[in-house]
């Protein structure tokens, strides 16, 4: 049996737009986002403070502070860890429902072993 022959359109590609030129300033911006975000997994870090946009540190535990007005924020992890500490035993469904991290991320923590899960409910290693 012969195949058909198949023909590719050409199609006409409409111009490139020209690229616009990033200034020096947001480029630094660009690379201190993406430096803090080089560990990270898809998961919400926070990098700058709400309340006066100073740059965040790290202080361990999912923990972040701002130098200027010590104003904490807590990614992912933190999260999960502060309503453990306040609700030891929680299960999976309930740490989704009070902290609004999907239950796959969850049980992708606990995977990953920064949390461990027995008979449905979720503690800290
Ligand atoms: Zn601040």
């Known amino acids: 049996m012969k195949g ?3 023909s590719i ?3 006409k590609k409409p111009p490139l ?3 616009p030129k990033e200034d ?3 480029e ?3 690379k201190k986002l993406l430096e803090a975000l080089k ?3 898809g998961e919400k870090t ?3 403070c709400s309340i006066c946009k100073a740059m965040l540190e790290y202080n361990g535990l999912g923990e972040y502070v701002c130098p200027d007005c010590g104003h904490k924020e807590y990614d992912s992890y933190g999260m999960v860890r502060n309503y453990l500490e306040k609700y030891p035993g929680a299960n999976i469904l309930q740490v989704e429902k009070a902290t609004g991290i999907p239950r796959q991320k969850i049980t992708k923590m606990i995977a990953e072993d920064r949390f461990r899960v ?3 409910n979720v503690s800290m290693q």
Request: aromatic share 8%; net charge negative.
């Open 17 to 19: 737009a020209p690229i």
């Open 46 to 48: 926070p990098t700058i």
């Open 4 to 6: 058909y022959k198949m």
């Open 28 to 30: 630094e911006e660009k």
């Open 24 to 26: 020096p300033e947001k």
């Open 39 to 41: 560990y990270d997994d």
């Open 118 to 120: 027995a008979g449905g």
């Open 9 to 11: 359109m050409e199609t």
